[in-house]
């Protein structure tokens, strides 16, 4: 299949199912090609995308030169579904598990932040309805102390992770 072709069967939305991406509302898309996305600020067209955020645009063979750090031929292989070199389909198969692994890194410190919140918060409230300097204050004052610090650690982590 050649070039020509590709671009008269594929849509940029076709793509970004392949790569198993969601579309948001307004034909919006998470943009993974920088960080700290917590908005789409991917615009899909019909056959090519830009990103608001970070500036990146292009036709769909480009994106998927991009996100799978393939070459332009083996971008179109991948596109068309014909078969890819064993080296390409090693390095796309690393590249997976990288990002995967990152991901559910990411998801475990966001559900760690979000344990550290609650326990703030019920510890807050235990916190302002004791007595003061009482043991069950002094208790909830300590244990609020070791949440903060569990909160404050998760969140630089996540950071980092956002960064990278």
């Known amino acids: 299949m050649n070039v020509k072709q590709i671009k008269e069967l594929y849509s940029m939305r076709d793509i970004i199912y392949k790569c198993k991406l969601r579309i948001h509302l307004g034909g919006f898309c998470t943009c993974p090609f920088h960080k700290n996305d917590d908005t789409p600020s991917l615009k899909l067209y019909d056959k090519s995308f830009y990103c608001f955020a970070c500036g990146k645009g292009g036709d769909f063979i480009k994106f998927v030169e991009e996100y799978k750090g393939l070459s332009f031929k083996d971008a179109c292989k991948w596109i068309s579904g014909e078969d890819l070199s064993r080296s390409t389909k090693k ?74």
């Open 91 to 164: 390095q796309l198969a690393i590249a997976e598990i990288k990002r995967q692994k990152i991901e559910n890194e990411r998801l475990a410190r966001e559900a760690e932040l979000t344990s550290a919140n609650q326990a703030l918060t019920g510890l807050w409230n235990k916190y302002l309805n004791s007595e003061p300097l009482s043991d069950e204050w002094t208790e909830a004052y300590n244990k609020w102390q070791i949440a903060v610090y569990r909160q404050e650690n998760a969140a630089s982590l996540l950071e980092g992770l956002n960064e990278n």
